[in-house]
């Protein structure tokens, strides 16, 4: 089955505890992305990928890093979670380095709390 | 100013009406537009794209493009209440051609 996996779905942490959030596609997408989603602010883009070793930075980048080894996986890292952060995360991707008429496939949300 | 504005509603509607979404956007350049659908708890999943000024049908759902006042309608023709989820405008730039930037969504509740 076509699908973008995120591991895990619930974390909920402690300030400045490093965690990683996983986001595997078996589609053989191009491009890959991480989104937040907080009430009244919509999704916003933190950071892109358009193949393996490009990333690029989205609207809220700071606090977040990322690295893209492999086409199927973009691992989503905090090095210092703070509550601020807080919030619902997406993973997508497309299949093309080119977007402009391809939709997104969006991974099932990974729900964080940083307390 | 906002890439993409949407009207947050909540829009309510009864069944068997047409649901009418609105977006704007301030790029012009923009070159893709996009409505997904959310349900609670779930992830956005794409319902319509348009590429083109004027209309695009697909089923009960027709996606209205108009460059020229830079806004991107959805109309939701005999609406039913699984349609009531939250509805997402999506806008590609087309100058960078990398980066999305999708609205705050608007809320839609078909009453039976």
């Known amino acids: 089955e076509a699908q973008v996996t995120q591991n895990p779905r619930y974390l909920i942490t402690v300030t400045g505890k490093k965690l990683t959030v996983t986001c595997s596609q078996n589609m053989n997408h191009e491009y890959m992305s991480w989104y937040r989603q907080d009430p009244g602010l919509g999704l916003r883009q933190i950071y892109y990928?358009?193949?393996?070793?490009?990333?690029d930075k989205g609207d809220v980048p700071e606090g977040y890093k990322v690295s893209r080894k492999e086409k199927r996986n973009f691992p989503l890292i905090l090095e210092s979670p703070s509550p601020n952060q807080t919030s619902l995360y997406f993973c997508a991707s497309t299949p093309r380095g080119s977007l402009l008429r391809d939709t997104q496939y969006f991974g099932p949300g990974t729900r964080l709390t940083v307390l | 100013q906002k890439e993409v504005e949407q009207n947050s509603g909540p829009l309510s509607v009864p069944e068997g009406a047409i649901a009418s979404l609105n977006c704007t956007y301030s790029d012009r350049g923009s070159q893709s537009f996009f409505w997904y659908r959310q349900y609670s708890g779930k992830s956005p999943e794409l319902i319509m794209s348009i590429y083109s000024n004027g209309d695009k049908e697909d089923g009960r759902f027709t996606a209205q493009l108009n460059k020229a006042s830079q806004y991107v309608s959805l109309l939701i023709r005999d609406s039913q209440p699984s349609d009531s989820a939250t509805y997402l405008c999506?806008?590609?730039?087309?100058?960078?051609?990398?980066?999305?930037?999708f609205g705050t969504g608007t809320s839609l509740t078909v009453i039976p």
């Open positions: 999506a806008v590609n730039p087309g100058n960078t051609g990398n980066q999305f930037y």
């Open positions: 990928s358009m193949n393996v070793e490009v990333t």
